[in-house]
């Protein structure tokens, strides 16, 4: 058994260096009782030193080339680790998950007999794409209990476009993807906020939603052919733009999280680049206002995206002083929504209808959000410097129960944040529309040294989604974070899982 050295790694994605202006960091300052010339971490983790299990590389070595295996601590423990806030805090306190025995980057033609292989030798599996998953995903069970391999995606990068479709290997990211359909003229409309790092298979595994689903659809209206891996076959459809034929390899795939094969090739619907993008902001005087204008909307635009009060108004901390900004705020002071609610609007090729109740406030914000929709994480990083902790939990929810769950979601955060005597702000958008509801998304800040008080937190909000009718999620997928809240709607998912498969 060989031995590693220590290296280290760093836990953020993109760029940590995020510019956060005098107004926002004052405002934290205050709040969370910090001196923002202060950064208590970098975001480094030191990888422990690590045993190479050297009859596992024989194993190995059985189906894949020396070149594509990694015994590498660093690559084991990146493989290992998530980008949720728990995880990240954990990080933090030098608090490290079991770690993998081996990462492999096997091409389409070795996965099938590497799992093969792995089931024979009992070993079990994780499935890695971008590394994004916020729900811990990436923790296995198995590690300290059994050998466990990370299977690493990026290497599944076959792609051939036909006419309306895109067949592409799972391991593309959204931006190499899109860059390459771009030149086509083409676009496959799915824009998460981890565009620029997650992978196509991931939206498949955790069912993702991107910003622009009301004109696009969600992941599962996207997809039309899945290739499946598992331990007993290749398992793939038939192409065609529908079926009736019984449950498909997309019905199984679909929100599988790695746990009943591995995506390897997906066949997705492409449209052309619109001609033209509209771009609109308003004012209500209130969220509750918006909600109830958006709520009498029969056709919604490409984007539509509707921030609370608190949300609002930290988007303008954001933006330098200035003459202009002035003029602005005393404008929306005129027009009394200057303590209101921003509702940001974009469609594509066709103009589009002012809301009900609204106050139009021009374009420019409109185009200041898409210019920097994948930059949120970025200003996360620097939260988590300052020894802050954010987070994320979003529900999908009937129009009839929303107000209900944004007013009991807010009253049970802020109650949470008196019991366990810590500061915190929360704010929330609605960005996802159906005819029949919509998708909520909180983001708040607390200041802790203890996963508990976050852990906490989060499952007090889940509780109060779940008890007005909200989905556990709606767009990040279960993951190891919400099996707890899943009870018998995981039945199904047991029946069709592959034994070795662990994600």
């Known amino acids: 058994m060989g031995k590693t050295s220590k290296q280290a790694f760093n836990i953020f994605f993109g ?35 690590i045993a190479v299990d050297d009859e596992l590389k024989q194993i190995l070595l059985k189906c894949i080339n020396i070149e594509s295996i990694s015994f590498d601590p660093v690559d084991r423990m990146k493989h290992s680790i998530g980008k949720s806030s728990i995880e990240i805090l954990n990080s933090r306190l030098s608090i490290l998950p079991g770690i993998v025995d081996a990462v492999v980057y096997p091409d389409q033609d070795e996965v099938y007999n590497l799992v093969k292989t792995l089931k024979k030798e009992n070993i079990h599996i994780t499935v890695y794409g971008g590394g994004t998953s916020v729900t811990g995903g990436l923790i296995s069970k198995y590690t300290g209990k059994g050998r466990t391999v990370s299977i690493d995606t990026s290497k599944l990068k076959k792609i051939e476009l036909r006419d309306g479709i895109v067949f592409c290997g799972a391991g593309f990211t959204g931006k190499e993807l899109e860059e390459i359909l771009n030149t086509k003229g083409k676009t496959m409309g799915n824009f998460p906020e981890s565009f620029n790092y997650s992978t196509v298979g991931g939206w498949i595994a955790t069912k993702e939603s991107g910003q622009e689903s009301n004109q696009y659809g969600d992941i599962e209206d996207m997809v039309s052919y899945i290739e499946l891996v598992r331990t007993d076959g290749l398992f793939s459809d038939r192409y065609s733009p529908r079926s009736s034929s019984g449950i498909s390899v997309k019905d199984v795939a679909m929100g599988s999280e790695g746990k009943c ?57 954001s933006q330098n002083n200035s003459m202009a900004t002035d003029i602005f705020s005393k404008y929306l002071s005129l027009r009394q929504v200057n303590r209101g609610s921003l509702l940001i609007l974009i469609n594509n090729n066709a103009r589009f209808k002012k809301p009900s109740n609204s106050v139009y406030s021009g374009r420019t914000i409109a185009r200041i959000w898409e210019n920097t929709r994948y930059e949120r994480p970025y200003f996360g990083n620097v939260l988590w410097e300052h020894g802050l902790v954010p987070d994320t939990l979003e529900t999908s929810v009937s129009w009839e129960n929303i107000i209900k769950l944004y007013d009991e979601a807010i009253l049970s955060f802020n109650n949470s944040i008196r019991e366990l005597n810590i500061a915190g702000i929360i704010m929330s958008h609605i960005s996802h529309f159906y005819i029949d509801g919509c998708a909520i998304y909180f983001t708040f800040i607390i200041k802790t040294d203890k996963t508990d008080d976050l852990i906490k937190i989060r499952k007090n909000m889940v509780n109060v989604f779940l008890h007005n009718g909200g989905s556990i999620t709606h767009h990040h997928g279960l993951g190891k974070f919400f099996e707890e809240f899943a009870g018998d709607n995981s039945v199904f998912m047991k029946m069709l899982r592959d034994d070795i498969f662990d994600k």
Do not use: C
């Open 15 to 49: 760029n940590s260096n995020y510019n956060v202006n005098e107004n926002t960091a004052k405002f934290i300052e205050k709040l969370f009782g910090i001196n923002w010339g202060n950064r208590i971490w970098d975001g480094n983790i030191n990888a422990p030193q």
């Open 261 to 317: 094969g591995i995506i390897m090739n997906a066949g997705i619907k492409v449209y052309n680049l619109p001609e033209r993008r509209h771009y609109y902001s308003y004012f209500f005087k209130s969220f509750k206002d918006g909600i109830k204008s958006l709520m009498q909307m029969e056709k919604f635009p490409t984007v539509l995206r509707l921030s609370d009060e608190t949300e609002t108004e930290f988007l303008f901390l």
